[in-house]
């Protein structure tokens, strides 16, 4: 399913180019896309969201319709660049929802700062396990570039992105996400897009696995609503990592949503709306306490143990 696709805007921050989209009223939610996509895989939930918040959904730095310098691809970069959007827009204050890749920024940006976070939303996202499908690793390879420039060659393309739309619209639930994954592999016939990505990657990713993990910093979101949502079948980051966070993070929300893949607000927008309401809805916004932060820093554990509630519910 898709939505209706919203006005870009545009803005220059430290001299680069910056896409973002802006519907809505209310209070605030920034939307942070994942590896190689922008923001249309937030479409059809933007106007759902929008009937109660502002959304905010850009298109992250090396991504859609954003510069591709050569910069800090960091996911602390990330962050310092949200917050520097943010400021610029006059928001204060979000409740941040990052998906995949976006998961770890949104996970960065709520520690660096508390003070403008309000809840903290996880969707598939890195930085909850080293797992992470052999597709992302290759990335880190040498030679990546090169093969990928063949590969995003007119014909070749052409070809690849038909046949896995074609296998996305089967009922095999391992396709199921191949559509997205078309549109990744279309973005990477720019070769600064390559770039851009192979740099974002190699931050966090090793042959290995993943780098980058919130394990050791859990502990701060005790203060802080923190939701989760998974899709059952997803085989780019396994829906174990779910449980991950039940055990990290104390209080946590989580929901896996069964015959859904790597996206699920794709694959039940209307479901995912509700939820992320629901989310906030119940909860209150995280209040900012500069000694709470120092206890917290001091002590580095939540003390009390995790308390997470994991939730499966039926897709819509």
């Not at 602390?76 to 998906?99: E, F, P, S």
């Not at 890749?101 to 403008?116: H, L």
């Not at 929300?253 to 989310?279: S, Y």
Request: charged share 20%; net charge positive.
């Amino acid at each position: 399913m898709s939505g209706t696709p919203h006005e870009v805007q545009y803005l220059t921050l430290h001299g680069h180019r910056r896409a973002y989209v802006k519907v809505g009223q209310g209070p605030v939610l920034l939307l942070l896309h994942g590896l190689g996509c922008d923001h249309t895989t937030w479409e059809p939930v933007i106007d759902s969201l929008a009937r109660r918040y502002t959304v905010i959904a850009p298109d992250l730095l090396g991504h859609g319709q954003s510069a591709k310098p050569r910069a800090d691809y960091s996911v602390g970069g990330y962050a310092n660049g949200m917050r520097d959007l943010l400021t610029v827009l006059g928001i204060d204050k979000v409740t941040v929802i990052g998906h995949s890749f976006g998961g770890g920024v949104a996970m960065q940006f709520a520690y660096q700062f508390p003070e403008r976070t309000e809840r903290l939303m996880l969707v598939a996202s890195g930085g909850l396990g080293p797992e992470v499908s052999p597709a992302i690793r290759a990335v880190t390879t040498p030679g990546f570039h090169q093969v990928m420039g063949v590969l995003t060659l007119p014909g070749v393309r052409h070809v690849g992105m038909a046949g896995m739309r074609a296998l996305s619209r089967t009922s095999w639930k391992s396709t199921r996400d191949l559509d997205e994954v078309a549109e990744i592999y279309d973005s990477f016939k720019d070769p600064a897009a390559r770039h851009a990505i192979r740099h974002v990657v190699r931050a966090v990713v090793d042959w290995r696995g993943q780098i980058v993990t919130m394990a050791d910093r859990a502990y701060l979101t005790q203060e802080m609503p923190m939701g989760v949502i998974w899709g059952r079948d997803d085989k780019v980051i396994p829906v174990r990592h779910a449980s991950n966070a039940a055990a990290l993070a104390a209080d946590a929300r989580i929901e896996v949503i069964p015959n859904a893949g790597h996206f699920p607000h794709k694959d039940h927008p209307h479901r995912f709306a509700k939820i992320v309401h629901e989310f906030v809805r119940t909860t209150q916004p995280a209040t900012y306490s500069r000694a709470r932060f120092r206890s917290l820093l001091r002590s580095g554990q939540v003390g009390s143990g995790p308390t997470a509630t994991v939730t499966s519910i039926t897709s819509a």
